[in-house]
């Protein structure tokens, strides 16, 4: 049974800058893909950005030039670097892969945008 643990959550000023981590109790190069969603108050959860077992990189416009995810399969940890962020930003971030058989989710991390 893998798990995944999120971690660098926390309270930012607008502009500012976190950096999250997705630690894997197993090896991350065995999934398909691997993302990173977001949930705020009342609404859906939402993809933020996923990385490919080829690299491949996609982000939703909301977040393309602020946020970069990566991955070290080494450490099997997956990131989320993100930048400038803003009030909109805010919600809890949860790490998500996708395995041969089925998909797994961290317990998520509050990140939250305020002044």
């Known amino acids: 049974q893998v798990q995944l643990v999120e971690s660098g959550g926390g309270l930012v000023q607008p502009g500012g800058s976190l950096r999250l981590s997705c630690a894997s109790s197993?090896?991350?190069?065995?999934?398909?893909?691997m993302g990173w969603y977001r949930q705020a108050p009342g609404k859906e959860r939402e993809l933020v950005a996923v990385?490919?077992?080829?690299?491949?990189?996609n982000y939703a416009d909301s977040v393309k030039g602020r946020f970069t995810i990566s991955k070290d399969n080494a450490k099997n940890t997956m990131y989320l670097e993100m930048n400038n962020l803003k009030p909109e930003d805010t919600a809890v971030y949860y790490c998500?892969?996708?395995?041969?058989?089925?998909?797994?989710w961290g317990q998520g991390t509050q990140v939250t945008v305020s002044s």
């Open positions: 998500n892969a996708i395995g041969a058989l089925r998909v797994y």
């Open positions: 990385v490919d077992r080829g690299g491949r990189l």
């Open positions: 197993g090896n991350i190069f065995s999934f398909n893909a």
